[in-house]
């Protein structure tokens, strides 16, 4: 049934995080670990559907029936999403048989769902032949998580797995999504960067994540700007000070400090300075942790036993509630901080963590 082998990769979250709803700025890069799709075109207008993580029949679905009031709760919804997405915006898509399989961790906030949203729209882009550029992709992935899914998430996820490259991470404005490639190649420096995989898991569709969205656009609405990224880092005192409700006030003050941390890590990368970059890490932990209050004890110890280890910098990544935290170290010190991070855990009997080097990777690609 082949007609062709796609992939999409998980990203990870340098800096900028909780800014893509709010037209700020991200710098995520994309994971080795990426989701795989080997994919057919279907003349009858069934899109079928097997994965190599949900073991049993495939899933059969009519295209023609696809509708967001049809989401099911599995997997499936997702690349169902897809297909609903593309039709809705006036492509003609028809049947696809796809076998998926992934190596991206799920549930770990290093977006398994863009990378399965992404390799199916990429499959289908190019089977039939809708000329799709990659910025209007990832859109209509987003839309699909957000209208199909349920997930209200910004644009950050389909984007990186959609337009990373290899050894770079990715400069991305939300607001227009006009993007720049940053080289980023640490293991040059004698540096690494390590995701600690909490294996604590988060679901965004539940309520924090829209909360968190809903205080953003109340901030933005009490100041009379379209988007908190409209609120600049010189302003920020004046305008924290026309907010009464005290906890939109603290998701304000995030919001604008790390759009203006996204700013300052960009230049330390592009003067070379990538040991500068450490400590933004780990006050954009503080910010997560005290103003937007989205990370939980698990993340908080990797931040604190790896900075107790002499890590360079380090915080939460994605969405929180769970999930991963990276850590910036020299390369020569990574064992002794990854071993510090694991006998924390260790010692409060807590799962043991998974950890790995991040090396920024390729985006989504046509593999045969
Ligand atoms: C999740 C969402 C993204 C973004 C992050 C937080 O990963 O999918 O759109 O909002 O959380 O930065």
Redesign the pocket.
């Known amino acids: 049934m082949t007609d062709g082998v796609w992939a999409a990769p998980g990203r990870v979250?340098l800096i900028?995080?909780?800014?893509?709803?709010n037209d700020g700025f991200?710098m995520p890069f994309a994971l080795p670990h990426t989701t795989v799709a080997t994919a057919a075109r279907r003349d009858d207008g069934v899109l079928r559907l097997h994965s190599a993580d949900a073991p049993g029949d495939p899933v059969e679905l009519r295209v023609a029936d696809l509708a967001p009031g049809r989401r099911t709760g599995a997997w499936t919804d997702y690349p169902a999403g897809v297909v609903w997405a593309l039709a809705e915006a006036g492509h003609r898509v028809g049947g696809l048989e796809v076998r998926y399989t992934s190596t991206v961790p799920t549930g770990a906030?290093l977006?398994s769902?863009?990378a399965l949203e992404v390799v199916t729209a990429l499959a289908l882009n190019d089977l039939y032949g809708l000329g799709l550029e990659r910025g209007p992709l990832a859109r209509l992935c987003r839309r699909a998580?957000n209208a199909y899914v349920g997930?209200p998430?910004?644009?950050?996820?389909q984007t990186a797995s959609a337009s990373c490259t290899e050894g770079h991470a990715l400069h991305l404005d939300t607001r227009d999504l006009s993007r720049r490639q940053i080289p980023f190649d640490l293991a040059a420096h004698g540096l690494e960067l390590l995701v600690v995989d909490t294996r604590v898991r988060h679901a965004?569709s539940e309520g924090a994540?829209g909360r968190r969205r809903a205080g953003c656009e109340a901030g933005a609405a009490a100041l009379g700007v379209g988007a908190l990224r409209d609120v600049s880092h010189e302003g920020l005192a004046d305008a924290l000070a026309r907010i009464d409700d005290a906890e939109v006030r603290a998701l304000v003050r995030h919001v604008v400090t790390e759009n203006h941390r996204v700013e300052r890590v960009v230049a330390h990368a592009e003067a070379g300075d990538f040991r500068a970059i450490g400590p933004v890490l780990t006050e954009g932990h503080a910010s997560l942790r005290d103003d937007f209050r989205v990370s939980c004890p698990e993340l908080d110890l990797v931040v604190d036993s790896a900075l107790a280890a002499g890590a360079l910098g380090a915080r939460m990544t994605?969405?929180?509630f769970g999930g991963s935290a990276i850590v910036l170290t020299e390369s020569a010190a990574s064992p002794a901080v990854a071993g510090k991070v694991l006998g924390a855990f260790e010692e409060r009997s807590l799962t043991a963590p998974r950890v790995f080097t991040a090396v920024p990777s390729a985006g989504a690609h046509r593999v045969s």
């Open positions: 979250n900028g995080e909780h800014t893509d709803y991200v906030g977006s769902s863009a998580e997930a998430t910004g644009i950050m996820d965004h994540y994605g969405g929180g």
